[in-house]
Nanobody, 123 residues
Framework: VQLQASGGGLVQAGGSLRLSCVASGRTFSSYAMGWFRQAPGKEREFVATISRSGAITNYADSVLGRFTVSRDNAKNTMYLQMTSLKPDDTAVYFC?????????????????WGQGTLVTVSS
């Protein structure tokens, strides 16, 4: 399985970006997926997760109401729509595939990771 994240870039505070994560293989719809991020000098942190069908989503408190995770199983793609971006959102964003049957916010439960895409929010 390979995960390819894209869509990062430089944006001003208050702006928006949409990240995409394309997965290889034919089993994308069989797994929950998640987004994590890592800011310079900080540990990787949970951002959002989405169930296999897309019906159930969960978010970190820091992004709740501003970010929306979605997926298109026909395209093997997961998205993260980010709005009202803040400088604190600056980080490398990673997509990952859950190794458990249910969505989880724990990085240790994810078995495949994309390479990350950098999001920089200027003030």
């Amino acid at each position: 399985v390979q995960l390819q994240a894209s869509g990062g870039g430089l944006v001003q505070a208050g702006g928006s970006l949409r990240l995409s994560c394309v997965a290889s293989g034919r089993t994308f719809s069989s797994y929950a997926m998640g987004w994590f991020r890592q800011a310079p000098g900080k540990e990787r942190e949970f951002v959002a997760t989405i169930s296999r069908s897309g019906a159930i989503t969960n978010y970190a408190d820091s992004v709740l109401g501003r970010f929306t995770v979605s997926r298109d199983n026909a395209k093997n793609t997961m998205y993260l729509q980010m709005t009202s971006l803040k400088p604190d959102d600056t980080a490398v964003y990673f997509c990952a595939r859950s190794g458990t049957p249910v969505s989880t916010s724990q990085a240790r439960d994810y078995d495949y990771w994309g390479q990350g895409t950098l999001v920089t929010v200027s003030s």
